[in-house]
């Protein structure tokens, strides 16, 4: 399946979360995050993400579709970190 992931989490956890994600996913812009992955790999995704956060105060959104072919994308201005650099 293709996702979107964003987070919002506290500044002490913000580097913490951006390594996690970019071990699933690819950074594409502060926050945010995208990419093919498996069932077992979005929910080892969460379980670890669950442990940074603090659900009290923090968030976590995922975005699921069927694959990138079902998502239309448009970037205004400078995209941080393009995935079809990749061979």
């Avoid at 293709?2 to 979360?17: F, H, L, P, Q, W």
């Avoid at 072919?69 to 995209?79: A, S």
Wanted: contains cysteine.
């Amino acid at each position: 399946m293709y996702i979107i992931a964003v987070y919002d989490v506290a500044s002490e956890r913000t580097g913490k979360m951006l390594k996690l994600c970019r071990k699933y996913l690819h950074w594409i812009q502060n926050s945010v995050f995208e990419g093919e992955i498996t069932e077992v790999k979005l929910k080892e995704l969460i379980l670890k993400a669950n442990k940074v956060m603090d659900e009290e105060y923090d968030s976590f959104i995922i975005f699921k579709n069927r694959s990138a072919d079902w998502l239309n994308k448009q970037v205004i201005g400078k995209e941080r970190a393009g995935i079809d650099q990749f061979l």
